[in-house]
């Protein structure tokens, strides 16, 4: 009588905990679809930002060695780094 009690509190236990952990594994989903979503706007976003620079940059006025021209090959740096990181799967 008591062991078919305790099995069936050990069967309920279980699946309360097996409906828990399948809803932190679906939030979790969610949580990484929408990160993905954001990490591929951002690359969409640096990709346009880097064609621009470039395009204002056609005639390499701004790649020269002053203040500006330092700015830019950092900012072009730092887009390089975001596209390496966003890319690599």
């Given at each position: 009588?008591?062991?078919?009690?305790?099995?069936?509190?050990?069967?309920?236990?279980?699946?309360?905990?097996?409906?828990?952990?399948?809803k932190?594994?679906?939030?979790?989903?969610?949580?990484?679809?929408?990160?993905?979503?954001?990490?591929?706007?951002?690359?969409?976003?640096?990709?346009?930002?880097?064609?621009?620079?470039?395009?204002?940059?056609?005639?390499?006025?701004?790649?020269?060695?002053?203040?500006?021209?330092?700015?830019?090959?950092?900012?072009?740096?730092?887009?390089?780094?975001?596209?390496?990181?966003?890319?690599?799967?």
């Amino acid at each position: 009588m008591w062991l078919s009690i305790l099995l069936i509190l050990f069967v309920l236990v279980l699946l309360i905990v097996i409906g828990l952990l399948s809803k932190a594994l679906f939030i979790q989903v969610k949580k990484n679809e929408i990160y993905t979503q954001w990490i591929v706007d951002l690359q969409n976003k640096v990709d346009r930002v880097y064609t621009t620079m470039h395009d204002l940059d056609d005639r390499q006025m701004f790649s020269k060695d002053d203040e500006v021209g330092v700015v830019f090959q950092q900012m072009v740096e730092l887009i390089d780094s975001i596209n390496e990181k966003t890319t690599k799967e």
